[in-house]
């Protein structure tokens, strides 16, 4: 059982009022704080959009993730009390490892996230990943390819995702060119949409993320669960 838990957790409500609030959960990356994402102005930026996207910054303490501990822990912060708040929209944004975290946690409660955007996400090791493009990409049955139990579920959940063309949860991937993890970005790349992947020159920063970030809030990003965007 994991010992760590949530480092810091950081509330920004959004100006707009009104009903049918989303709640979007941001998960840094290692290295990253959770007062970041305000400084690097991706608070900003969110609540400019025309919906009530009330926003919630978790920092989870790196050991869960080595523990494997983060899906539970990211249910007890997150799913718990949004429902508590009357929240019945749940996003998730993830940077870099944040990205895994947001995988993890859909892969062991998928019915409690209605999307999930994925910036430069982890998504296993560069030898998973190279093993992986090696042997045709995002497919169905691919986990066994990976070397850790996390990345195990990961690939499990978003090949299975990806093969049922499923609505729930919405995915979306940005990524630049240049990013150390790129190789495994542009294998899930070639599985989505166009429309739900964006692309940068750039490398795995908060230039890059920023920007990615802007380029999807322009897409019709928060759409009901079930319609196809």
Request: charged share 20%; with cysteine; net charge negative.
């Amino acid at each position: 059982m994991s010992t760590a838990g949530i480092a810091a957790r950081l509330d920004y409500a959004s100006p707009i009022h009104g009903e049918n609030r989303i709640l979007l959960v941001m998960l840094p990356g290692a290295g990253i704080r959770a007062q970041d994402f305000a400084a690097e102005g991706m608070v900003d930026t969110t609540h400019a959009h025309p919906l009530p996207i009330d926003i919630a910054v978790v920092e989870p303490e790196l050991a869960l993730y080595l523990e494997d501990g983060i899906a539970d822990a990211l249910h007890k912060e997150i799913a718990c009390t949004a429902l508590d708040l009357g929240y019945r929209r749940v996003w998730l944004l993830g940077i870099s490892l944040g990205g895994m975290g947001a995988l993890l946690y859909a892969s062991t409660y998928p019915g409690n996230v209605e999307g999930i955007i994925l910036l430069a996400p982890f998504l296993g090791t560069r030898g998973t990943m190279a093993v992986l493009g090696r042997d045709g990409g995002f497919q169905p049955d691919r986990e066994h390819l990976a070397t850790t139990s996390s990345e195990q579920r990961v690939l499990a959940w978003l090949t299975a995702h990806l093969k049922d063309g499923a609505n729930a949860p919405s995915l979306y991937l940005g990524y630049a060119r240049q990013d150390r993890f790129s190789h495994g970005h542009r294998l899930l790349a070639d599985r989505l949409p166009p429309e739900r992947t964006a692309i940068r020159d750039g490398v795995h920063d908060w230039n890059s993320w920023t920007a990615l970030w802007g380029d999807i809030l322009e897409r019709p990003l928060f759409c009901p669960t079930g319609r196809r965007q």
